[in-house]
């Protein structure tokens, strides 16, 4: 027997524990290094600001990741929370509730094409997303004239900038959101549906499960989780930007399923993984410019990670 033989099992389980916890060991190792090198990061101030930031990317990749738990992508996301910003201004005058109803139906249509799309006409994922990524955006530029609007509207902006018991309401959505998706996933018919037809949609099929609706219902919840980050980050600007909002946060949100453990290939959402996910990237891309690094040094970090996290899931599926 050979060295290498003898440290295959080794190696499977190395790989295994990189993919269920490599994420967690990830944030709380740039976390340790942060309090060590960067100055004032131990501060209240900035960790609400990096919990903040992170809330958009999170309430996103949970969508995403049940998207990508039937074995799915979508790519429209930016570009949904681009119209739901777009949508605000125009609806704000009936009084935030109703600017918010109408964002987040508009979400919700939005997911309701690109599941149509891929349920009922067989269309890959990757494409039919794509069109809606593409033209969506392009209608929220229709609909907000291509300007930034500013806003002034009080209760909606305590949306993006408030308090709640001492947390930012954008952090408090998000946590409750992840809650609701973790038992969405865990303790619901839905979920062990969807983890069925992504593992194995023609064996779903036989056994009857309804997996048009299953891929119609996923969508949809990306669609109007996509919604309420466009509201979310709309107020916290005090604008409305169609052309910024929402940009390449596919990208984003892709990345933090894919961090956090979820894999490509359908069959398992990873809910707690997915948030610490987004969590990781925003810490990654603030310790970077906080230690006077560009943008697009973290972009180039974030592709190395997307790349690392592929590969260890590519490990694991062909054991």
Same mark, same amino acid.
């Given at each position: ?17 990189? @993919?269920?916890? &490599? ?26 600001? @990096?919990?903040? @930031? ?8 949970? &969508? ?32 935030? !509730? ?12 939005? $997911? ?7 349920? @009922? ?8 997303? !794509?069109? !809606?990524?593409?033209?969506?955006? $392009? ?5 907000? #004239? ?36 973790? !038992? ?8 062990? #549906? ?48 169609? &052309? ?28 707690? $993984? ?10 990654? #891309?603030?310790?970077?410019?906080? #230690? ?28």
């Amino acid at each position: 027997m050979t060295t290498a033989t003898l440290r295959a099992p080794d190696r499977a389980r190395v790989t295994s524990w990189l @993919q269920n916890y &490599g994420v967690y060991l990830a944030v709380v190792v740039l976390l340790l290094f942060n309090v060590i090198f960067t100055e004032n990061f131990l501060s209240v101030a900035n960790f609400r600001t @990096q919990l903040v @930031q992170a809330a958009p990317v999170c309430i996103v990749a949970l &969508g995403m990741a049940l998207v990508i738990g039937t074995e799915g992508i979508d790519l429209s996301v930016g570009s949904v929370m681009s119209i739901a910003a777009a949508l605000v201004p125009l609806y704000l005058g009936a009084g935030p !509730l109703t600017a918010v109803i109408v964002a987040v139906i508009a979400g919700v249509v939005s $997911g309701l094409f690109s599941g149509f799309l891929v349920a @009922q006409l067989g269309i890959q994922p990757i494409i039919a997303t !794509l069109a !809606l990524l593409v033209g969506g955006r $392009g209608l929220a530029l229709v609909i907000a #004239h291509g300007q930034l609007v500013q806003l002034h509207n009080a209760d909606f902006l305590a949306l993006g900038t408030g308090d709640l018991l001492g947390i930012p309401i954008m952090v408090l959505v998000a946590a409750v959101l992840a809650v609701l998706a973790g !038992l969405l996933v865990r303790r619901t018919t839905f979920g062990r #549906h969807l983890v069925a037809v992504g593992g194995n949609r023609p064996a779903a099929t036989l056994a009857g499960l309804p997996v048009k609706r299953v891929l119609i219902g996923v969508y949809v919840i990306s669609g109007a989780l996509a919604a309420i980050a466009g509201v979310l980050a709309t107020a916290r600007l005090s604008a409305s930007d169609a &052309g910024e909002t929402g940009l390449l946060m596919e990208l984003s949100a892709i990345t933090a399923v894919v961090v956090g453990g979820t894999p490509l290939t359908g069959g398992r959402v990873r809910v707690l $993984g997915t948030v610490f996910g987004a969590l990781l990237m925003q810490l990654v #891309h603030a310790t970077l410019i906080k #230690h006077n690094l560009p943008d697009s040094a973290a972009q180039m970090v974030q592709a190395a990670i997307i790349v690392g996290a592929v590969y260890v899931a590519r490990e694991r599926s062909t054991r």
